[in-house]
């Protein structure tokens, strides 16, 4: 299904990871804190997509509890790299859906593990938090993140079929912190026709691997390839964990890859005004 209105991406970035209540006063070790920082390079080394940004470190010796910690080491990481992909992180329950996606746990715990995971997506929403037609018949979708769940690629065919016989449509990302899988490329598509459009190509560091995303010609099509900047994360030591980049994405066009450049808008404004500003050119007023 081709939609034929005026497509209007808002776009803003967002922060790192709040941490939960109490986890700031979680204590943490000097063999710790050196065990941390040494596996964090090393696997900055072994994985990341630009390998040189992983050889410098700072002291941590002030550093007493956990969080705190997680989040120094996060901001000299960016520091040195200037990738927000990289982060270091405390989260019990991320450890443990690593653990299992890396088959580090028994049958058993696996099993548990899956099972908490399905009670919490039987009420996901995938990012899609609102969805709506405005005065002007202005098709609004704002959509927090971007699912690797399969099932998130239903609810974007819903939403675009939704909003197909609106005149212009918004597409809010002023709360997205990224993410990964087919819903992109998937949204992409209902503002295309024809012969399949190339969206990005993505290098991962091993093996240097290439793999693009396409538009695909319709939704019924089968899923494409996931075309966003990969990541992995990392178990570092015990819930203490690491989002690694793993490759780099590359604009067909530009040939080069907008990591800590962004995509300049048509019309820049801040961000608070994103939305009046969408509705005003949707409306031509």
């Not at 969805?131 to 971007?146: A, K, M």
């Amino acid at each position: 299904m081709l939609i034929r209105p005026i497509a209007i991406f808002v776009l803003a970035l967002i922060g790192a990871m709040p941490a939960l209540p109490g986890e700031d006063a979680l204590p943490i070790d000097s063999s710790t804190r050196a065990l941390v920082v040494h596996k964090v390079a090393d696997l900055m080394k072994e994985h990341y997509v630009f390998p040189e940004s992983g050889k410098s470190m700072a002291a941590y010796d002030n550093y007493v509890e956990t969080v705190p910690f997680c989040k120094q080491v996060t901001t000299d990481l960016r520091s040195i790299s200037h990738d927000k992909h990289l982060y270091v992180f405390h989260s019990p329950e991320e450890a443990r859906e690593v653990a299992v996606a890396k088959g580090l746990l028994s049958p058993e715990e696996t099993a548990a593990v899956l099972g908490e995971q399905h009670w919490r997506e039987s009420e996901e929403i995938f990012g899609f938090v609102r969805l709506e037609v405005l005065d002007g018949n202005i098709g609004y979708l704002r959509l927090d993140s971007f699912s690797a769940e399969p099932r998130a690629w239903q609810r974007a065919t819903a939403a675009m079929m939704f909003l197909a016989t609106t005149r212009a449509i918004i597409i809010d990302l002023r709360w997205n912190g990224g993410g990964g899988g087919e819903v992109l490329p998937l949204l992409a598509s209902h503002f295309f026709e024809g012969d399949p459009v190339p969206l990005t190509g993505v290098v991962y560091r091993s093996g240097f691997k290439r793999e693009e995303s396409w538009t695909v010609p319709s939704s019924s099509a089968s899923q494409p390839r996931e075309g966003a900047h990969p990541i992995d994360v990392f178990i570092v030591e015990g819930d203490i964990l690491t989002q690694i980049a793993i490759g780099k994405s590359i604009n067909p066009i530009a040939k080069s890859n907008w990591e800590g450049d962004g995509v300049q808008p048509d019309v820049a404004v801040p961000a608070d005004q994103a939305l009046e500003s969408a509705l005003k050119l949707a409306r031509k007023e």
